[in-house]
């Protein structure tokens, strides 16, 4: 009976919902917690059955930057047909996508911190024909739109290199920082920022109530477009037109 329920268990298994279970174990315990071995016992299975859906703890690895990217195209897809807000349409069309995009992963990155670092880290030991499908539908998607602003290509690659970097340190900066007591209301506790001499960090012990609550989405959006401002502007710089997709 047992070899049985193993048998079963097997047949329901497939590639999404192994990641799936993957991405919730690591969202519970880290990276670290991840292991061929913890996983099948996650999915009440022998290890040997995840080789079908996955070559090993590497391919797991990319599996999750595939899962991460994966759920922010999602994101895109739906937030595609409710158009920008009334205080954005006088933006250039392509600044408004890459705007969406921005929050769009950011709503992923916030729901997946753990995996943050390996999404920033991961695609660069990997040549780039060789990433996950739904990683390169998100850099074609970037490049079609500054494509389409009428950027040249040198150019629509600087932007495209500066808009990544920027969201990505932006949120492994932002979103990275080690709390002491998440259970300290104070924010100079709750970061351990008290065990800082005051003398000598003056300045991080006063700023310590900004590293802890701050309005994330909109300093990001204020860096991005400062640095996109100091880009050089597209021949097409058109104003959102409902369909800056």
Do not use: C
């Not at 995009?101 to 916030?110: K, L, P, Q, T």
């Not at 008290?194 to 990001?220: G, I, K, N, S, V």
């Amino acid at each position: 009976m047992a070899e049985r329920d193993g048998t079963e268990k097997r047949g329901r298994l497939n590639r999404p919902l192994v990641l799936a279970a993957a991405v919730a174990l690591v969202d519970r315990e880290g990276l670290a917690a991840l292991t061929m071995r913890r996983l099948a016992t996650e999915l009440g299975v022998e290890s040997m059955a995840l080789y079908r859906y996955t070559p090993g703890k590497e391919g797991l690895l990319d599996g999750l930057i595939e899962s991460f990217f994966t759920e922010v195209n999602a994101r895109l897809r739906t937030s595609a047909a409710a158009g920008p807000h009334e205080s954005e349409r006088r933006r250039p069309g392509w600044r408004l996508e890459l705007r969406r995009i921005a929050r769009s992963f950011a709503v992923a990155a916030h729901a997946h911190p753990e995996i943050l670092p390996l999404v920033a880290t991961r695609p660069l030991t990997v040549p780039l024909a060789r990433r996950p499908a739904p990683v390169l539908e998100l850099t074609e998607h970037i490049l079609a739109v500054l494509g389409r602003a009428g950027f040249d290509d040198a150019t629509a690659l600087a932007v495209y290199r500066t808009f990544v970097a920027w969201n990505l340190g932006f949120l492994l900066v932002g979103k990275r920082q080690v709390v002491d007591n998440p259970d300290e209301p104070e924010p100079v506790l709750r970061l351990g920022l008290h065990r800082l001499p005051a003398a000598e960090y003056p300045r991080l012990r006063a700023l310590a109530t900004r590293f802890a609550e701050f309005d994330d989405e909109a300093e990001m959006l204020t860096g991005l477009d400062s640095l996109l401002d100091a880009m050089p502007q597209p021949p097409l710089d058109a104003f959102y037109d409902g369909d800056a997709s």
